[in-house]
T-cell receptor, first 113, second 115 residues
Framework: AQKITQTQPGMFVQEKEAVTLDCTYDTSDQSYGLFWYKQPSSGEMIFLIYQGSYDEQNATEGRYSLNFQKARKSANLVISASQLGDSAMYFCAGGGSNYKLTFGKGTLLTVNP | GAVVSQHPSWVICKSGTSVKIECRSLDFQATTMFWYRQFPKQSLMLMATSNEGSKATYEQGVEKDKFLINHASLTLSTLTVTSAHPEDSSFYIC???????????FGPGTRLTVL
């Protein structure tokens, strides 16, 4: 079983600045993956980045990077050089050997001009 | 990238009727498809896992006789909400994964309103 905790209901960031969205997890699986998805107001879920539990390096995808600290059970998303289009809901999710995803409650990010 | 479609994107129906939602993987074969429900301002909750050619497995608390899932091929899964009631009004989202890949790719969602 997985538990995903996102403690920031909302975050504000100035355009062009970096922002970190927090995510902690708890799991009994030895092998697991952590995901971040973006959900704009249209409702679609957009895959951003993935980190496997055995990956030694932090995942990066363009302006997105995942700060994975296994000992602290955290998988924070870092968005660099924020853009107005980054304003959306962001969900952290965890998946184990059965590939089922458990989602956190989400963080609403607002990018200010 | 992998593309998943859903149809319809929105539907309004009368209480007591049944509604079918389709989920298709357009450019890959989906080993597994998942169905989620999302109420306003809440997170996604997994309803069921669907593997091609076998019965879906439902999460605790999800009525399998109310939410019928059929995964007839490697590119199509359907969710039928039977005898829909207003409390079934929600955003239904499917996702699909391919082979050994861990990523799930999501459809655009279907907004169901039951009057």
């Amino acid at each position: 079983a997985q538990k995903i905790t996102q403690t920031q209901p909302g975050m504000f960031v100035q355009e062009k600045e970096a922002v970190t969205l927090d995510c902690t997890y708890d799991t009994s699986d030895q092998s697991y993956g952590l995901f971040w998805y973006k959900q704009p107001s249209s409702g679609e879920m957009i895959f951003l980045i993935y980190q496997g539990s055995y990956d030694e390096q932090n995942a990066t995808e363009g302006r997105y990077s995942l700060n994975f600290q296994k000992a602290r059970k955290s998988a924070n998303l870092v968005i660099s050089a924020s853009q107005l289009g980054d304003s959306a809901m962001y969900f952290c999710a965890g998946g184990g050997s059965n590939y089922k995803l458990t989602f956190g409650k989400g963080t609403l990010l607002t990018v200010n001009p | 990238g992998a593309v998943v479609s859903q149809h319809p994107s929105w539907v309004i129906c009368k209480s007591g009727t049944s509604v079918k939602i389709e989920c298709r993987s357009l450019d890959f074969q989906a080993t597994t498809m998942f169905w989620y429900r999302q109420f306003p301002k809440q997170s996604l909750m997994l309803m069921a896992t669907s593997n091609e050619g076998s019965k879906a497995t439902y999460e605790q608390g999800v009525e399998k006789d109310k939410f019928l899932i059929n995964h007839a091929s490697l590119t199509l899964s359907t969710l039928t909400v039977t005898s829909a009631h207003p409390e079934d009004s929600s955003f239904y989202i499917c996702s699909a994964r391919e082979g050994l890949h861990n990523e799930q790719f999501f459809g655009p969602g279907t907004r169901l309103t039951v009057l």
